[in-house]
């Protein structure tokens, strides 16, 4: 069952509220019980003390009660006032008791030897329908004479009951009342709480993909639903670079995808108009496969970059010398190199082993050094250095071509991007436009950076810093 904030705040406070009233009521009531047992056992102890004083002050040895002038009916009338008094014997004898009394005090047997024994007892019991409480006291401590004496006297409690009832039932209504009104208050309060939340989910709510560019401004100034706003805010945002290059990305991919279409599909169809030579054949199915290769090659630039966006490109790290490997890199494009006679050369610094992907970072260096032969001019060269330190391994390949244009860096990387003419080469050779995109999520993939720059000498040189774990 799924409630409402709102009612759970209001709940949760009024339960809190109410359970803290009802114990502070509970202690209450138990203190001003105390303080009426303490008085009447003050109340008992006052009168025993005068009725010992009246019972062993006799010139002649006998007890007397001090008594109150009252008629039986006067007596009956403010019964709740009185004070009940009686003498035993140790054996339990009844020896006097006052005049207003019919009928002997119910007797405490544990509570008489007690007291025989010299000390001071306080009993409850019942009395004529009702409870009461007694004081047995030991008349001894006033003569040897009535060493076998004990003095109980009692007092009702029917109007301290009574008291504390109506204490009770007044500290009930309290408790509903503020229960009500916490329940009540609470709800308001959280409804003024949980106004703003809605409201800003309203407002959230209404941003579809055609409106990205906008952003909730309600509640930006206040204090505690700021940070909120800005969260939702920078998630806005970061939707919107999502969106535009995705966005950009179809298209681009589109673009990409219907020119070696287009181009496959023109070859194909001029093919078959007539018939034609095996050679003319040969030549169209060189151009188509050459046109399938470049289609293969960005399908799988394309999933590459897709698994780097969807996390799911983990590399699988194993222990690796990253200059054996830009070797192993060059050797295979020594070929490619030569027919532009553009030397390649491999320069080795420092411990260069670590934990990496060896087929990730193999890619990593062909697409880096693959793409400075494209923008090397012929004769030109390629340096390649790898350098080991401490915590870290540094890739760096530097060409001699035409270099990069400052208003070129920031984009360097990014999918599909063209540089000026000076960087871009002929249609033949151009590729997909997707490798440096992949240098850049191969780095990013094993926690490292990719960046670009010019040499002062002329040309471009990238540099990739990975780190470099205890293999």
């Known amino acids: 069952m799924i409630r409402s904030f709102r009612a759970q705040l209001a709940l949760r406070f009024a339960v809190t509220m109410t359970a803290a009233i009802v114990a502070v009521s509970g202690l209450s009531l138990l203190a001003i019980r105390e303080?009426?047992?303490?008085?009447?056992?003050?109340s008992l102890l006052n009168v025993a003390s005068i009725q010992?004083?009246?019972?062993?002050?006799?010139?002649?040895?006998?007890?007397?009660?001090?008594?109150?002038?009252?008629?039986?009916?006067?007596?009956?009338?403010?019964?709740?006032?009185?004070?009940?008094?009686?003498?035993?014997?140790?054996?339990?004898?009844?020896?006097?008791?006052?005049?207003?009394?019919?009928?002997?005090?119910?007797?405490?047997?544990?509570?008489?030897?007690?007291?025989?024994?010299?000390?001071?007892?306080?009993?409850?019991?019942r009395f004529q329908g009702g409870p009461i409480r007694s004081l047995y006291y030991p008349l001894g401590r006033l003569g040897a004479?009535?060493?076998?004496?004990?003095?109980?006297?009692?007092?009702?409690?029917?109007?301290?009951?009574?008291?504390?009832?109506?204490?009770?039932?007044?500290?009930?209504?309290?408790?509903?009342?503020?229960?009500g009104g916490s329940f009540a208050g609470s709800w308001w309060l959280a409804e003024r709480a949980v106004r703003p939340v809605s409201e800003i989910i309203d407002k959230a709510e209404a941003i579809g993909a055609g409106s990205l560019q906008e952003r909730i401004a309600a509640y930006a100034d206040t204090r505690e639903y700021q940070r909120l706003v800005q969260v939702l805010n920078r998630m806005l945002e970061r939707l919107q670079g999502a969106f535009e290059a995705q966005r950009r990305f179809t298209?681009?991919?589109?673009?990409?995808?219907?020119?070696?279409?287009?181009?496959?599909?023109?070859?194909?169809?001029?093919?078959?108009?007539?018939?034609?030579?095996?050679?003319?054949?040969?030549?169209?199915?060189?151009?188509?496969?050459?046109?399938?290769?470049?289609?293969s090659a960005l399908t799988e630039n394309l999933l590459t970059l897709a698994r780097?966006?969807?996390?799911?490109?983990?590399?699988?790290?194993?222990?690796?010398?990253?200059?054996?490997?830009?070797d192993h890199v060059l050797q295979r494009l020594r070929p490619k190199a030569g027919e532009k006679k553009i030397r390649l050369e491999l320069l080795r610094q420092g411990d260069?082993?670590?934990?990496?992907?060896?087929?990730?970072?193999?890619?990593?260096?062909?697409?880096?050094?693959?793409?400075?032969?494209?923008?090397?001019?012929?004769?030109?060269?390629?340096e390649v250095s790898v350098e080991g330190t401490d915590g870290a391994a540094r890739i760096r390949v530097a060409d001699t071509g035409p270099g990069l244009r400052e208003q070129a860096l920031p984009k360097i990387f990014d999918r599909f991007y063209r540089g000026d003419a000076s960087r871009t080469p002929s249609s033949h050779t151009s590729g997909t436009g997707l490798g440096l995109a992949i240098v850049r999520a191969i780095a990013e993939a094993h926690r490292g950076r990719v960046s670009a720059g010019n040499r002062a000498e002329g040309g471009?040189?990238?540099?990739?810093?990975?780190?470099r774990a205890p293999a």
């Open 35 to 42: 303080a009426l047992d303490r008085q009447i056992d003050a």
């Open 52 to 125: 010992a004083a009246s019972l062993t002050d006799s010139p002649d040895g006998q007890m007397h009660f001090h008594e109150w002038e009252l008629t039986p009916e006067e007596a009956a009338s403010i019964r709740e006032l009185n004070r009940y008094a009686q003498v035993w014997s140790q054996d339990g004898a009844s020896l006097l008791r006052t005049r207003y009394i019919v009928a002997d005090l119910p007797l405490d047997g544990f509570a008489l030897r007690r007291a025989a024994g010299g000390e001071l007892v306080w009993a409850q019991g």
């Open 145 to 179: 004479s009535h060493e076998q004496h004990v003095l109980q006297v009692a007092a009702p409690l029917e109007a301290r009951n009574r008291t504390l009832r109506s204490v009770a039932l007044l500290l009930v209504g309290i408790v509903l009342l503020v229960s």
């Open 251 to 295: 298209a681009d991919a589109s673009h990409e995808l219907r020119s070696p279409l287009t181009a496959l599909r023109g070859e194909l169809e001029l093919a078959r108009r007539r018939d034609r030579s095996p050679a003319e054949y040969r030549r169209v199915i060189d151009s188509a496969l050459e046109e399938v290769e470049r289609l």
């Open 308 to 326: 780097s966006d969807a996390g799911v490109m983990e590399p699988r790290l194993r222990r690796t010398d990253l200059a054996e490997r830009a």
């Open 352 to 382: 260069t082993s670590g934990r990496f992907d060896p087929d990730l970072l193999e890619r990593l260096v062909w697409n880096l050094v693959d793409n400075a032969i494209k923008f090397t001019t012929p004769g030109g060269r390629v």
């Open 460 to 467: 471009a040189v990238f540099t990739v810093e990975l780190p």
